[in-house]
DNA sequence: CATTGATCAATGATCGATCATATTGCTCCC
DNA sequence: GGGAGCAATATGATCGATCATTGATCAATG
């Protein structure tokens, strides 16, 4: 979404604020604002983000975009210190890998806390997993991407603890692996044959599921 | 902190505004504020928090209270609906205990990494187990809690990956085990024995070590 | 020439006021 | 009585303006 719409955009969606997921409030909408253009390069890593410019841009005013930057900063995507103001946090490879032994450790307390209830979902996790299939085969990375992700977000949830679906959540798994394909040109991965295995290891509650999980988890790491 | 006080440590504050750390602006000491309002019982579980009752009763603006309550939104001690504002989140029993696999899940993952440069520590972590075993003897629980959770965050930061100990951070644990201890009455424990004997796990690179630290950890959950 | 201090522009931090929404309480009609 | 409007109020969300800090520039000084 181009500036020159975001009034327009706005307009709408007080229009339809009947979705309690939608009404989000400006500050959701100039956050999005901000991670596609850092997405689609328009402020390069390190390069400082300016509040009142794009308040001006938008035809908004400071604080929702100041509120919007403290959003992202809790994604890790920017960094500000007081005084200061906001930049585009410099990721390095070394960042985007410390994702995975944190994404690993939840993911395999995750199983761990879901392995008695997964079994009862190894049917929707195996309608994802074709999906999945599909997705490889007609070669839609995105798609892949997301119900690749979705398949983990399935186990977490399925845990039943909140905090921890919150902190996986938090890790904002989605953005990350966008920004690092199409920052580092990683190689995508088709996974559905590994997730194949762990739907098995679910289905008869292996006790090894988690552990097969964590390391599921660590081979997708750089 | 009172109110009434509010301003003359502000002025106090700015004045001494040379250690980086604690030029932390206005919305810290707001949250602060709020934290204590919440410890102390000024407000109850469930109760609302308006915005604008605090920026009056300490002589600020909204905004700087808005972005104390976002802050308190994100350590889950307050929860918000969009245009209806902030109360104190009604944590239950369940609440606290989803707290304990998240944090054991973290710090095996810390371990695991740790592991090769912990052995390096041991001493430290032991001056810092004397220390804990003094304030038991002496029974002064908060030191004693607060040293026994640096004993834990000495593990997590010695792992060496910035992503996991800024989530492990995020949980609060300080926060929310002074909050269960006020609120639940919770025993009180002395760990400086099974610390011991994990230092001792960490010495030798024990391949448990990661599983023992977990262990330990489930061991707080009630 | 390096260093120090003054000045200024840029911009984050905060403020006071206004707009928009949710809630409350009241009226009126059935 | 009791529920469907409807006004009044409380308060979150946003705005436009001001204050305060930072970093840059540059002159004065040793």
Redesign the pocket.
Request: no cysteine.
């Given at each position: 979404m181009g500036a020159a719409g975001f009034r327009a955009a706005l307009y709408h969606w007080?229009v339809n604020?009947s979705d309690p997921l939608l009404r989000t409030?400006?500050?959701a909408q100039i956050r999005e604002f901000i991670v596609e253009g850092i997405t689609a390069g328009r402020w390069e890593p390190g390069e400082?983000i300016?509040?009142?410019?794009i308040a001006t841009e938008l035809?908004?005013?400071?604080?929702?975009v100041?509120?919007a930057l403290r959003q992202l900063e809790a994604l890790r995507l920017v960094e500000s210190l007081?005084?200061?103001?906001?930049r585009v946090r410099p990721f390095t490879e070394e960042d985007l890998g410390e994702i995975f032994p944190v994404r690993a450790g939840l993911e395999r307390t995750a199983a761990e806390l879901a392995l008695p209830r997964l079994a009862a979902r190894v049917d929707a996790l195996e309608r994802h997993n074709r999906r999945l299939a599909e997705a490889a085969e007609s070669g839609d990375l995105p798609e892949q991407m997301r119900l690749s992700i979705d398949f983990h977000r399935e186990v977490v949830e399925t845990a039943g603890n909140r905090l921890l679906t919150s902190v996986w959540e938090s890790l904002g798994i989605e953005l990350w692996t966008t920004l690092s394909l199409r920052l580092h040109q990683t190689e995508i991965y088709s996974k559905s044959a590994e997730h194949a295995v762990l739907i098995e290891a679910f289905r008869r509650q292996d006790p090894e599921a988690p552990r097969m999980l964590h390391d599921h988890v660590m081979n997708y790491a750089p």
């Open positions: 007080r604020a409030g400006l500050s400082r300016v509040e009142r410019r035809g908004v005013s400071q604080g929702p100041r509120e007081p005084n200061r103001g906001a």
